[in-house]
């Protein structure tokens, strides 16, 4: 079992409700279980969470976050396929201090951090 937490870069409301979810994922699901806060909506230019909230937030939990874009298909199977990784190698989701995560996709390898 693994976790994606999603927030939308442009509905501070869904940014805020990821405190909420992390104390109840710790609660119900443990610490063991792999989770990765995915920054959606990175297409769009008027955004209400800056990339320094995005990125506090996956620190503050010590959770890798990644810059997606469901209308671009911007790292979706990327982080996807992440998870699954972390699952069939038993990985936690933790990265230790949280941040950048190095994506291996298409072409190029990609950077991805809030």
């Not at 008027?46 to 790292?75: C, F």
Request: proline share 1%.
């Amino acid at each position: 079992m693994g976790i994606l937490l999603v927030f939308s870069m442009t509905d501070k409301s869904s940014f805020n409700s990821i405190e909420l979810w992390m104390r109840q994922i710790r609660l119900y699901a443990g610490e063991s279980i792999p989770v990765i806060i995915l920054c959606n909506k990175v297409d769009v230019n008027s955004k209400e969470v800056s990339e320094v909230q995005s990125r506090g937030l996956g620190q503050r939990h010590g959770l890798n976050t990644i810059y997606t874009s469901a209308l671009d298909n911007k790292n979706i199977t990327e982080c996807v396929l992440e998870l699954y990784n972390r699952i069939s190698d038993g990985r936690r989701g933790k990265s230790g201090e949280g941040g950048l995560l190095q994506l291996r996709g298409s072409a190029q390898t990609t950077y991805c951090g809030c």
